[in-house]
């Protein structure tokens, strides 16, 4: 069992409409601590691009722009811009380790398609 099965991250609000895992949550506030910053916050952007016509974005990001949708959890906040929320209303992010598997995945369920490497969607 895996800790994304095990706890859920402690989300206090949620108008961007997308949720962490335990374990994404976990590592997102492990980077945050290591930046050394507290102004700093996790931004999740869809932009044009990749094989299959939109690709995501996560960053960590120091600026409010107008029509912010900002998630707080319990150390962090997720922030996304106006135009990627109805791209990513009701996506999750997790964060795997493992041989076969390493870094953030997204789990869209308004994505229609992706592309082979998984790098963008449609």
Same mark, same amino acid.
């Given at each position: 069992m @895996? /800790?994304?099965?095990?706890?859920?991250?402690v989300? @206090?609000?949620?108008?961007?409409?997308?949720?962490?895992?335990?374990? *994404?949550a976990?590592?997102?506030?492990g980077?945050?601590?290591?930046?050394? #910053?507290?102004?700093? #916050?996790?931004r999740? *952007?869809?932009?044009?691009?990749?094989?299959?016509?939109? #690709?995501? +974005?996560?960053?960590?990001?120091?600026?409010s722009?107008?029509?912010?949708?900002v998630?707080?959890?319990?150390? &962090?906040?997720v922030?996304?811009d106006?135009?990627?929320?109805?791209?990513?209303?009701? /996506? @999750?992010?997790? &964060?795997?380790? #493992?041989?076969?598997?390493?870094?953030f995945?997204?789990?869209?369920?308004? /994505? +229609?398609?992706?592309?082979?490497?998984?790098?963008?969607?449609?």
């Amino acid at each position: 069992m @895996t /800790a994304s099965q095990l706890a859920e991250p402690v989300q @206090t609000d949620n108008p961007a409409g997308i949720g962490l895992t335990a374990d *994404a949550a976990i590592k997102v506030k492990g980077l945050l601590e290591q930046e050394g #910053r507290d102004d700093l #916050r996790l931004r999740v *952007a869809v932009q044009p691009g990749g094989c299959s016509g939109l #690709r995501y +974005q996560l960053f960590f990001d120091e600026r409010s722009l107008d029509g912010d949708k900002v998630s707080t959890y319990d150390g &962090f906040e997720v922030v996304v811009d106006r135009m990627s929320v109805p791209y990513l209303t009701g /996506a @999750t992010i997790d &964060f795997a380790d #493992r041989i076969d598997a390493q870094g953030f995945t997204i789990d869209n369920p308004n /994505a +229609q398609g992706s592309c082979a490497c998984g790098d963008s969607f449609h």
